[in-house]
């Protein structure tokens, strides 16, 4: 009897070790993320304007957005050069905007890019300023007396 009891506690002690080394294994075959898989685009600093934030500028503030942004888009590494047709693209798409998005963050991430990113994050916070603090009065306003500016050179034309 004493026997069996040894042999049994001798199998449990031997199940037991084999599963420790097979969890280890498994926790060191673990692929470890890189600092860089981590980044959390939804705290500061904000690069670049999320999805959601690029759709609730007014027409205005995105055309300016695009045209500043993209200049600057060729300097990020790991992202093949944009085009503005591209850039206009991924500006209706949510997983095209993003990857966009997390290879600005990434590149940034490089303490020599660090002039190029805050330029980027300068860009969207003057689109940001364009039309802040302004009812839509204001707004309107604005756009007729721009419209009657550009009307004005056409008439002195006719009129010599």
Known sequence: MFRNSLMVFALVF???TSLAEEVEMASSSVVQTSPSDEINMSEPPF?????DEFHDLQSVQKEFYL??????LSGIPGLDPVSKKQLLEASEWHQAWNHIRKKVY???????????????????LQALDILSNQKEENRKANDYIKEEKSKEPAKKKKSK
């Open 47 to 51: 690069w670049m304007s999320s999805y």
């Open 67 to 72: 045209e500043k942004l993209l200049p600057y």
């Open 14 to 16: 031997i199940s037991i």
């Open 106 to 124: 990434m590149s940034c991430q490089d303490k020599a890019r660090l002039k190029t990113c805050e330029e980027i994050a300068d860009i969207r």
